[in-house]
């Protein structure tokens, strides 16, 4: 999660200025890690980014946890 840390504190999303295709997948991912116990201490702008990205409509409406 460091070299995705390292970007997202450039960049809003994951491939750029925009929510894309591409930052599904991660926050799945991300969702996992967090909730099989990852430490996400020192991960400021993932969790931000993350925050934001599980917030959206589409996935409130999945109804489970990403992953």
Do not use: Q
């Amino acid at each position: 999660w460091s070299v995705v840390e390292e970007h997202l504190r450039g960049s809003e999303f994951v491939a750029g200025p925009a929510f894309t295709l591409a930052d599904i997948p991660l926050a799945c991912f991300w969702s996992r890690f967090v909730r099989l116990g990852g430490d996400a201490t020192g991960l400021p702008s993932c969790r931000a980014w993350a925050d934001e990205a599980l917030a959206r409509p589409a996935a409130a409406v999945a109804g489970t946890p990403l992953s």
